[in-house]
């Protein structure tokens, strides 16, 4: 368990296994990328690329910034989380979302549900594995 931690280096975290990280700051390129059963709570993350091809990761009352995060997950959980300055999320994950803020752009979704209060652009294209298998909707309306 990780509390309080003020990490500033790429990679924290990458492959890391049945990890619970509280009320933490992390500035960090390739953040949790491969993670497996972690759980982060009431933090801020800085960096792109963050979560990438993780397995299990939950984000509660977090902060999310930076260009593409959260790609390649499997059961990607996000409850209560702002996303800042975050374009081209979610391509290829199996997502449950429920975001109270905007969100610039969401890419190629796999599967699950993103909820948010805006969405600047939803993006499905020719290489999208499932297209309709993502519920997308904001406060206002449904988007895909």
């Known amino acids: 368990m990780a509390d309080n931690l003020n990490l500033q280096g790429n990679y ?10 509280r009320n933490s700051h992390l500035d960090s390129k390739d953040a949790l ?20 091809h993780s397995k299990n990761l939950r984000l509660v009352n977090c902060t999310v910034r930076g260009t593409q995060p959260l790609c390649y997950c499997t ?16 391509e290829y994950s199996e997502v449950d979302a429920e975001i109270v803020s905007d969100i610039i752009s969401v890419k190629n979704p796999k599967s699950g549900r993103i909820r948010a ?28």
């Open 12 to 21: 924290g975290f990458q492959y890391a296994r049945n990890v619970v990280i």
């Open 33 to 52: 990328w491969g993670a497996e059963n972690v759980t982060v709570y009431d933090s801020v993350i800085n960096g792109e690329y963050m979560g990438w």
């Open 75 to 90: 059961n990607l959980i996000m409850e209560n989380c702002i996303m800042e300055d975050a374009d081209l999320s979610f």
């Open 117 to 144: 209060r805006e969405i600047g652009e939803v993006i499905i294209d020719q290489h999208c594995i499932s297209p309709g298998k993502c519920d997308i909707s904001t406060d206002a309306t449904v988007c895909a």
